[in-house]
């Protein structure tokens, strides 16, 4: 079992930048890939970003690329996602899981777990 903890969330204004932090615990973090979904109202769980285990791989979303940044500290068993340059359209619930398996994961069911999600909000 993996516990994921996300914390970071909040308002801020268009333009503005968050730095989202998933902290881990339990199974040893090191052994899982990592990614970020998001999910607004009425909407269904989006892919964010993804992060192999070393850190050496990452993938974007065309929404986010550019802008939004994934990477992990494994020695401090947390992943981070680095917001850059927010619109309105990035308002959403995110949440942060692990995979234990190769590949990159761009779909919910490839994660095996989950946090609990943190709300960031953007105003214009």
């Known amino acids: 079992q993996v516990q994921l903890v996300e914390s970071g969330g909040g308002l801020v204004q268009a333009g503005g930048s968050l730095r989202l932090s998933c902290a881990a615990s339990?199974?040893?973090?090191?052994?899982?890939?990592m990614g970020w979904f998001r999910q607004a109202p009425g909407k269904g769980r989006k892919f964010v970003a993804h992060?192999?285990?070393?850190?050496?791989?990452?993938y974007y979303a065309d929404s986010v690329k550019g802008r939004f940044t994934i990477s992990r500290d494994n020695a401090k068993n947390t992943g981070y996602l680095q917001m850059n340059n927010l619109k309105p359209e990035d308002t959403a619930v995110y949440y942060c899981?692990?995979?234990?398996?190769?590949?990159?994961?761009?779909?919910?069911?490839?994660?095996?777990?989950w946090g609990q999600g943190t709300q960031v909000t953007v105003s214009l």
């Open positions: 899981a692990a995979d234990a398996r190769l590949g990159v994961g761009v779909t919910a069911g490839a994660y095996d777990y």
């Open positions: 339990g199974r040893t973090f090191s052994h899982y890939a």
């Open positions: 992060i192999s285990w070393s850190g050496g791989t990452t």
